[in-house]
């Protein structure tokens, strides 16, 4: 539904005229009346009566006649001049380099005379600008070159390498980062979104504590003076993997004391498939021990047969004694073979840092998937921090809950992580029969077997590397039973470091352009007072069966881009065709070109919103028409079960706050002047492209107006008649 523009001065130069007139009337009537004696006025007035029709007829006639030359004239002379000043107000403030046009017979001479010298200046502004850009392209070369070095070198890495500022915005990332992160997708990604991007937020793949413990570390070796400090981590993905990540900072500026670090580099392994690799190396390793042991068993059995009587003395002895020395060497190198491997499965995996919770959460999931049995977390502690060899520890708990489903058929395992007295205590509990304290040291000391899978370690070897202790205790008031692990605990990490060190949240960085480093943040500042121009942006559209939202009519297609540091980020982009589970009227398919079948077996609006809502996360929604757009996500709030909280703008009504004069605020128009070509149209992402040029070009002629901030802009868009169209 379009909502009518009102013009308040056309409508005055319409019906000014006729208002003046009768005015005019009046008063004549008036001066006329007041020179007639009494009965000369009854005389008049019966000569009029009879004919005031007629008269007002004159009267109609004649406003209308004024009115239409009026208004003719205002278009000319008067409006012409405001629709000139709002389309050089574009040149002005922006980079748009087209000319106004000067064949518009709606203009006087006046202003098509003006408009071919403003076209003049364009030009000469153009060509001013050509030259000062060949300039400076000239005096960037050599920075172009080490830009070019650097992405070579980002390139070629084999590790994954990702930096951000202290907000946890991504600054730069490399393409083995941009592929291991795309690993990290739990199942399909809808839309076709990345976790990894520039602008985005870390924090979407890492617990922010986890970042802060570490910067914690950091900044304490910092101040005691460490030349190059740095932390590590292992952390769990929702997805289920493992991440080994070494955490290196930024340094700020000397000049910059406030705060030594600017931001931070993280380096990541993914090192699930390792530990999986490793553990089958172990396991062959170990399988070729035992048969090389199995095989001597033989070549003994062998030197038995040598003793038959048959052979003479000198050939028996000569061949037991090969046999034998034989027998021994092959013996005393398996067995120191067998010591080295054992020993250097055990001391092989350094201990690291990491968050208890993800510990029990990857443990949870390892038993689930290995055991078979059921596995869930009791009391966790979701502050605790561990210092712990997390696939070792994982692999003693799965083998004791293997040992319990196999031996006892229990059911149902839990996990359960807590401090006393100063040390971490990892409990797996269960309810069901006891067990004697012979059968514990049997399977505390056998190694460990999960299925057809052997390793040579223990879990008093694995208790020992953490150089903690192992127990079994009953709980009688519950009937429960459980394994006790007690833990080395994180070591302190000096002072914290202060909330707006860490917890920042509003820098938005650049690729490449490392004095976004610079762009700290005041948290305490609300989002309606930040500048336009610091925000992050998801600009989106929507096609949908038809135009009435609240009579049934459903979302076909959702697209959407970012803009991040006042540029259009056109690779981190969400499309995705949506089953609206009803027919398409065929009317609609010209304009979106969405045939039925293409909606078929595509994601439902269930599925969909939730993941646009994760790619909109912290961010400020603009679309065109939003209020079209934003009743079709309200609606679908409960089925969904998210909520478009954000604060929205609609490039529609600030169009009508930067040229209040146009005729149209149609998005075309809009792209037409401010010089945005129009490509896609009529597609969800397509038209979100479109849209977030037009905006980025809007937000210079916003300041121009004395508009800066978010609060400005929505206020400024509250006040237009637009803002009353519902749907």
């Known amino acids: 539904m379009a909502a009518v523009k009102i013009d308040r001065a056309l409508i005055l130069a319409s019906f000014a005229p006729g208002a003046l007139l009768a005015v005019a009337l009046g008063g004549v009537a008036a001066a006329l009346v007041g020179t007639l004696e009494p009965a000369q006025r009854t005389q008049l007035w019966a000569l009029l009566e009879p004919r005031i029709a007629i008269v007002l007829m004159l009267w109609f006639f004649a406003a209308l006649g004024l009115g239409v030359v009026c208004r003719q004239l205002w278009l000319r002379h008067g409006a012409a001049p405001g629709r000139l000043a709002e389309q050089v107000q574009v040149l002005m403030a922006s980079d748009v380099a087209r000319e106004l046009p000067i064949d518009n017979p709606a203009d006087g001479a006046g202003s098509r005379a003006l408009a071919v010298q403003v ?9 001013l600008r050509a030259d000062i ?14 830009r070019g070095r650097l992405a070579a070198l980002m390139s070629e890495l084999t590790q994954s390498v990702v930096v951000c500022n202290l907000d946890g915005r991504v600054l730069l990332f490399n393409a083995r980062a941009r592929l291991q992160f795309r690993a990290l997708v739990d199942g399909p990604a809808v839309g076709g979104a990345e976790l990894l991007a520039l602008g985005r937020s870390i924090y979407a793949v890492f617990d922010r504590k986890l970042v802060a413990h570490a910067l914690e570390s950091v900044q304490s070796r910092l101040q005691r003076g460490a030349p190059n400090p740095s932390a590590q981590f292992v952390t769990s993905t929702r997805s289920g993997q493992l991440l080994r990540v070494q955490l290196a900072p930024v340094r700020a500026p000397e000049d910059e004391t406030d705060n030594p670090i600017a931001g931070f580099v993280l380096m990541l392994d993914n090192i699930t498939r390792d530990f999986a690799d490793e553990s089958e190396r172990d396991r062959m390793l170990h399988s070729f021990t035992e048969s090389a042991r199995a095989s001597l ?14 052979l003479d003395a000198a050939t028996r002895e000569r061949f037991q ?22 020993q250097t499965m055990k001391t092989r995996w350094p ?24 596995a869930d977390a009791a009391e966790v502690d979701a502050s605790l921090w561990l210092k712990v060899d997390s696939f070792s520890l994982i692999q003693a708990l799965s083998y004791l809950a293997a040992r319990l489903v196999d031996e006892y058929d229990i059911k149902l395992v839990q996990l359960r992580l807590q401090v006393q007295n100063g040390r971490p205590q990892l409990d797996l509990i269960w309810i069901g029969q006891a067990m004697s304290t012979e059968t514990v040291m049997g399977w505390e000391t056998d190694a460990i077997r999960i299925g057809n899978d052997t390793s040579a370690l223990t879990v008093r070897d694995v208790v020992q590397r953490h150089g903690g202790a192992f127990w079994f205790e009953r709980e009688r008031v519950r009937q429960a039973a459980f394994f006790r692990f007690l833990l080395p605990l994180s070591a302190e990490a000096g002072e914290p470091l202060g909330a707006a060190m860490v917890v920042h949240s509003e820098s938005r960085p650049e690729f490449y352009d490392f004095d976004l480093f610079k762009a700290g943040s005041d948290q305490a ?7 336009l121009s610091d925000l992050s942006y998801t600009v989106f559209d929507t096609e949908t069966t038809g135009l009435k939202p609240s009579e049934g009519d459903e979302i076909i297609q959702v697209g959407a881009t970012r803009i991040v540091a006042g540029k259009l980020r056109r690779q981190d982009c969400f499309e995705q065709l949506v089953d609206p589970q009803r027919s398409i009227p065929p009317a609609g398919i010209p304009i979106h070109g969405i045939q039925p079948e293409m909606v078929e077996g595509q994601p439902t609006i269930d599925v969909v919103l939730p993941a646009f809502h994760g790619f909109a996360q912290e961010t400020v929604l603009v679309a065109h028409n939003a209020a079209f757009d934003m009743r079709f996500l309200q609606l679908k709030q409960e089925r969904t079960g998210v909520t478009f909280d954000h604060p929205v703008l609609d490039t529609l009504l600030l169009s009508a706050v930067i040229h209040p004069q146009q005729e149209s605020h149609r998005l075309e128009a809009i792209a037409e002047r401010m010089g945005v070509e129009v490509l896609g149209r009529h597609t969800a992402l397509g038209d979100a492209m479109v849209t977030a040029e037009v905006f980025l070009k809007m937000i210079p002629l916003l300041e121009a107006q004395g508009i800066h901030t978010l609060g400005q802009a929505l206020e400024a868009s509250r006040q237009t008649h637009f803002a009353r169209v519902t749907y």
């Not at 850009?133 to 960037?140: D, I, Q, T």
């Not at 068993?297 to 048959?310: K, R």
């Not at 208890?356 to 059921?374: E, F, H, K, M, P």
């Open 119 to 127: 076209n003049e200046l364009v030009r000469q502004r153009s060509a």
């Open 133 to 146: 850009e060949a300039k400076v392209r000239e005096g960037s070369r050599e920075v172009e070159q080490e």
């Open 297 to 310: 068993g033989n070549l003994q059995a062998a030197v038995e047969l040598l003793e038959e009587p048959d």
């Open 321 to 342: 004694g090969v046999v034998r020395d034989e027998a021994t060497s092959m013996s005393r190198r398996i067995q120191e073979l067998a010591t080295h491997t054992t």
């Open 351 to 374: 201990l690291e840092e990491m968050l208890g919770a993800d510990l029990v959460s990857a443990a949870v999931r390892r038993i689930q998937t290995t055991v078979g049995c059921r």
């Open 525 to 531: 500042r609300e989002l309606a007072e930040r500048r």
